[in-house]
């Protein structure tokens, strides 16, 4: 390591591990502390284990996906975007592929493979990393940082990265410690919420689905009457509920409703069928299992273990002989394929968020730079910002670009190039 007072990062996730790589790149000494015995814990788990690194949407597509915030983001975009991150990879052994949504993969499919290439680069920018190190406290001089309190002792530094994360799945590490320092340092944090979580549901048949994944489904939130917000794509019954990608998608809608009530599930089981289509469709289908039970007729069009539910949704005998099925009935069938609606209770708790909402105020914090504009030397990158985006690689792109941005400019500060 380059010598004198180094740029300390706190965390060793997405965000710090980019902003310990770029900075120790530029030359700077770089002690990146981590409290975990293992860096990227939680990029192990990202994308079930394939780790969703990116999205290959423009610039405009991503500033548009993160909540009304994406503008913040600009700048560190502009510096290093998904391209970049493709090269970078690409450099350190990875190749990338992309997928439904423009949603970028390893070609391994193996998230630890991303970790390994993010290892190898914070190592040859010669970074020195200290795990199982946990930071206590941040310590700060008239404005300036000046080092951090840690479980080992006290270590001066010229600037600080916190890139804490947020404080859901905490046993990745992600504890909400970057909050707490950030507030006592007179920094506004907006109220961690769970964003991207699934959802509670009561329905007792609900549970009855657990395991249960349905593809090219439109899933509607409403509330009362009012359409909230609508989906298309995957989601999948859980034994508290349903989670999947529709629903963690809609989840943000649930979460800003608060505790209202009246909320609701609808789900469009054939959306590609309208209603008079799908209404021939099952008189087909009809046709074709005419000597069957209405039970043993809809194998063509459900997966078996929704036809018992929709079935006794729809109010129609499920042994009852198709060709005895009046009008109204295959009506009741295609209003409940059509409309699969069920009540929400609630959103899952913050433990078991993809993200954490909310966060350090993005007022207080330099687009240009991540620096807080209340201390001098103290950045912020990551989660631990007030900033959430949809699932797609998002996230993962805004951790990656704001740690870069972060990291580049910490390196100025003992470049003397700055302040
Ligand atoms: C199950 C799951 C799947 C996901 N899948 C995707 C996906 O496919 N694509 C996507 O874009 N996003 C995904 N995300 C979101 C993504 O993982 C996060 O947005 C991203 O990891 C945030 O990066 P970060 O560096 O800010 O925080 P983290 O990755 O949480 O890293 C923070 C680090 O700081 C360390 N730390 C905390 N406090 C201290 C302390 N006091 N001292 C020392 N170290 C400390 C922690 O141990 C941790 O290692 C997923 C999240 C989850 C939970």
């Known amino acids: 390591m380059p010598s004198g007072l180094p740029v300390v990062i706190i965390g060793g996730g997405a965000a710090g591990l980019l902003a310990a790589g770029r900075a120790g790149e530029l030359g700077v000494p770089v002690l990146l502390l981590e409290k975990n015995k293992n860096l990227g814990r939680k990029l192990l788990l990202t994308g079930k284990g394939r780790c969703n690194v990116t999205n290959n949407g423009d610039l405009d597509t991503f500033i548009d996906n993160y909540h009304g915030k994406g503008r913040f983001l600009y700048r560190a975009f502009h510096r290093f975007f998904n391209h970049d991150l493709n090269a970078l990879l690409q450099k350190y052994g990875i190749e ?85 320092w950030a507030a006592e340092l007179g920094h506004t944090v907006i109220t961690p919420r769970p964003a991207l979580v699934p959802l509670n549901i009561p329905d007792s048949w ?36 349903v989670s999947g990608p529709v629903i963690l998608t809609l989840s943000h809608l649930v979460v800003e409703k608060g505790a209202q009530q009246g909320l609701s599930l609808l789900i469009n089981l054939k959306p590609a069928l309208d209603e008079k289509k799908l209404e021939q469709r099952l008189q087909r289908d009809f046709q074709k299992y005419q000597r069957r039970q209405l039970q043993n007729a809809l194998d063509d069009l459900l997966p078996q273990r929704l036809i018992p539910i929709v079935i006794e949704l729809s109010a129609v005998s499920a042994t009852k002989f198709v060709h005895q099925i009046t009008k109204e009935e295959r009506r009741n069938l295609v209003q409940t394929l059509r409309g699969l609606s069920m009540t929400v209770s609630g959103p899952r708790s913050l433990a078991e968020a993809i993200i954490t909402a909310g966060g350090v105020s993005l007022r207080e914090v330099e687009a240009g730079t991540m620096e807080s504009k209340l201390i001098k030397g103290l950045y912020f990158a990551g989660e631990v910002l007030d900033l959430d985006g949809v699932t797609g690689g998002f996230n993962l792109q805004a951790a990656f670009s704001t740690g870069y941005l972060a990291g580049e400019n910490a390196a100025q500060v003992v470049l003397g190039h700055i302040n």
């Open 206 to 241: 609900v549970k009855e689905l657990q395991g249960l994944a349905l593809k090219n489904v439109e899933v509607a939130l409403l509330q009362g009457e009012k359409v909230l917000g609508k989906e298309f794509g995957e989601m999948l019954f859980t034994h508290f509920g």
């Open 96 to 180: 990338l592929k992309v997928e439904r949504g423009g949603r970028v993969f390893p070609v391994s499919d193996q998230a630890a493979d991303v970790v390994k290439a993010l290892l190898r680069y914070v190592r040859q920018s010669k970074v020195e990393i200290k795990t199982e190190e946990n930071v206590l406290a941040i310590l700060v001089k008239e404005g300036r940082v000046k080092g951090v309190q840690t479980s080992q002792g006290i270590r001066r530094c010229q600037a600080v990265i916190v890139a804490t994360g947020g404080k859901s799945y905490a046993a990745t590490g992600s504890t909400g410690d970057g909050y707490k």
